[in-house]
């Protein structure tokens, strides 16, 4: 599904990504790994098609087709989808306003009605329910005044709402106690299918006992250095970066 | 008027003003320039009676003596008032009892406009009294208001029909002195609306007056004066849109609001006037001076949607006189390309415990400058009054500006005075998030620009939010790259 070969990318001529190469099939959930500053987020920006940042060189491409030339709602509109890390504010829009806009534009791209009220009605009450998130919460502005962990919460009902063919979820944890994190792994886990793939970006292995991943790749210096199965990352909470940063200097 | 997405996708494709076409209807016009003899000949026009044709002389006697004010964070070319002609009026003008003997160019006027009477008869509840340049040519569900004992006509039928409210209230509010654009327009108001509404009735409508400039060279001086009389209540929206000219076009209007004891007034304008095209050229002066009283309990709001003009001087203000009265001004104003806003409000508490809000929201894109100047005063009688002021502005791009002038005088110590400012910009993260999303830029940024909005929007009555969110979405086009 998602093909990343070679893949160079720098911002403001400071080179981030220095060689990427990933391949996630249908049905497929990848984790990556990798200590501060190593290019995770970086690597979910690029797939998303963040402008600030140059692709020196490599390829992305989804479903075959090469999404450099695309911009980040047209990569939006193929079933691209980005948990963030830092969601931002956006005030006097609510919730639910912004999430109809977001799947009406993305079902008109496909050239599609807009959905009609009664079935998104359904979809919110459903995809709510899923994620324990309380009604009211729908109607408050998005992201504003949100707790860390409602600001997460808040990126996976979009995401169960969207139901997107890749998503990438980037440090979703942080912020996040451990009931929140197992009510957002589970709502993670339910959309899981044979159809769509997941990225999952952490720091710790912690969220990966709620979301087991089938592959564990370790980022260090904008290059995968190591990949195995779930059990790398067990190995890495017990070890730690430092074993990666030296195998991957020698 | 309910717009369809395919309409407003259409009309997002067009930058350019819209209305900007000239109607062909021969007019009525007085030779160019300012003195006795032109004041009185507007008056004689108007066949009006002698205290009337005093009153404006007085008013013009003052407007000579007095200065064209400087304060304002606007810059312009002042207009050469011997320059402008003061009257033009619609020339094949009867009474019209019907649509039907209406001047067929006109009625298609209004259909370009989309506000045709035919139209607004259809639509429910609305009565439009139409300003076509300086008269009156059309209104509409008279009977259905007279019925309640309202009384809603053009200023001149007024001063003909109802000589004793007008003669007792006009120049009450906004004295004819009171500054140099209402001087002006009190000495040479072509005509503009007239509203009473009597004691204890609630007027079953929105009240409606669309107003247009249309003659080139003429400056457009309307005159409105709303009455409501005890424990009384009604809705008032008021909407410009204006054809494009070349040369600057004055407009100064005055509008007095009278709210007696427990009566409550709601005053509601989508303002659209020609900004000047994206080089600066052109558009609007609108030097506009409007003033609502509260007796005691009585309530006063307005809410404005500034979109056009090229320069706005204009601060919609409550003298809240007395006790337990209310005066709240919402506002959105936008500007782009080259316009200037200088605009705001003034709260002005006299009776005890009396409360007023402002919750202004300006939005700056391209080069334009956009300012809040707002006024709260508590005079030494007015114990325990209160005020809540919020000004918010949303830049947009590099080149605009955004400034708050708030003036505070309290003389009372009961006073309890908020003032909350923000800026902010609309950041790429926030339109990257919104792309990621399947949003497209154009769309993010209406999205949040009407986020931004919404406290003031909310405030609209519903068939003038929508045309304000249209409004909106038209003005700020392409302003982001």
């Not at chain 2, 030779?31 to 009185?40: A, D, H, R, S, W």
Request: hydrophobic residues 35%; aromatic residues 8%.
């Amino acid at each position: 599904m998602l093909e990343i070969k070679n893949l160079h990318a720098s911002v403001e001529d400071k080179k981030i990504l220095k060689g990427i190469n990933l391949e996630v099939n249908a049905g497929e959930v990848h984790a990556i790994m990798g200590p501060n500053g190593s290019g995770k987020s970086t690597l979910a920006s690029v797939i998303a098609g963040k402008e600030e940042f140059d692709i020196k060189k490599g390829t992305i491409s989804l479903d075959g087709e090469d999404l450099e030339e695309l911009a980040p709602e047209e990569r939006a509109h193929k079933g691209i989808f980005l948990s963030f890390q830092y969601p931002v504010e956006i005030p006097g829009v609510t919730v639910t306003n912004f999430i109809k806009t977001a799947i009406n534009e993305s079902r008109k791209a496909r050239g599609l009605e807009d959905m009609p009220a009664n079935q998104m009605l359904k979809l919110i009450r459903e995809k709510s329910e899923l994620l324990e998130i309380d009604r009211k919460f729908l109607s408050r502005s998005l992201n504003e005044g949100f707790s860390g962990g409602e600001k997460k919460r808040n990126e996976i009902f979009q995401l169960a709402m969207m139901e997107p063919k890749l998503a990438i979820l980037d440090e979703t944890d942080s912020g996040l106690d451990i009931d929140a994190l197992r009510i957002v792994a589970n709502g993670v886990n339910k959309l899981r299918g044979k159809d769509n793939a997941i990225i999952v970006i952490t720091h710790y292995q912690r969220l990966l006992d709620y979301i087991v991943p089938d592959y564990v790749h370790v980022l260090h210096d904008g290059k995968i250095v190591k990949s195995g199965t779930k059990e790398l990352a067990l190995e890495l909470e017990e070890k730690g970066y430092d074993w990666i940063k030296q195998e991957a200097t020698v | 008027m309910a717009y369809t997405e395919e309409e407003l996708k259409k009309e997002l494709e067009t930058k350019e003003y819209e209305y900007g076409f000239y109607t062909d209807i021969e007019s009525d016009t007085l030779p160019k320039g300012l003195n006795e003899e032109i004041v009185i000949a507007i008056s004689k026009k108007k066949e009006e009676p002698d205290w009337m044709t005093q009153w404006r002389l007085e008013a013009f006697k003052a407007w000579k003596e007095m200065e064209e004010p400087e304060w304002a964070n606007v810059t312009y070319k002042k207009p050469d008032f011997q320059d402008i002609s003061y009257y033009s009026a619609p020339n094949k003008k009867p009474k019209y009892n019907s649509l039907d003997e209406v001047d067929p160019e006109l009625l298609d006027t209004f259909k370009k406009l989309g506000i045709s009477v035919d139209e607004q008869k259809k639509l429910a509840g609305v009565a439009v009294d139409i300003v076509m340049d300086s008269v009156s040519v059309a209104t509409t569900f008279k009977k259905t208001l007279a019925e309640k004992g309202i009384i809603f006509c053009s200023i001149s039928e007024a001063i003909q029909e109802h000589p004793e409210l007008v003669k007792k209230y006009i120049g009450t509010v906004v004295p004819k002195k009171d500054n140099f654009y209402a001087a002006l327009n009190s000495a040479v108001f072509s005509d503009g609306s007239f509203c009473y509404i009597p004691k204890g009735v609630r007027c079953p409508m929105e009240l409606s007056t669309y107003f247009r400039i249309n003659q080139a060279g003429t400056g457009q001086f309307e005159r409105t004066l709303v009455i409501a009389d005890e424990g009384s209540y009604v809705s008032y929206l008021e909407g410009c849109t204006a054809p494009s000219r070349d040369e600057n076009q004055l407009h100064a209007a005055v509008v007095e609001l009278i709210a007696m004891d427990d009566a409550e007034i709601k005053y509601s304008t989508v303002q659209n006037w020609f900004p000047g095209d994206k080089e600066g050229k052109g558009g609007v002066f609108n030097f506009v001076t409007k003033r609502g009283l509260c007796e005691k309990n009585a309530k006063i709001s307005w809410t404005q949607v500034e979109t056009g003009s090229a320069v706005t001087w204009k601060y919609p203000s409550c003298v809240l006189k007395g006790d337990n009265s209310i005066g709240e001004f919402y506002s959105i104003a936008v500007t782009n390309n080259f316009q200037q806003a200088d605009t705001g409000t003034k709260m002005i508490h006299l009776g005890k415990n009396t409360r007023s809000t402002i919750i202004s929201k300006g939005i700056s894109a391209g080069q334009s400058q956009n300012s809040y100047r707002g006024l709260v005063q508590v005079n030494s009688r007015a114990e325990n009054a209160r005020n809540f002021s919020q000004c918010d502005s949303l830049l947009m791009g590099n080149l605009c500006g955004a400034h708050t002038f708030p003036y505070i005088e309290a003389k009372n110590k009961t006073a309890q005075i908020e003032h909350e400012a923000t800026t902010s910009k609309i950041g790429e993260d926030q339109i990257f998030y919104c792309n990621q999303r399947g949003i497209d830029t154009e769309k993010a940024i209406a999205l949040i620009v009407n986020g931004f909005s919404k406290e003031v929007l909310n405030k609209l009555p519903m068939e003038f939010a929508v045309e304000a969110q249209k409004l909106l979405e038209i003005s700020l086009e392409g302003s982001v790259g």
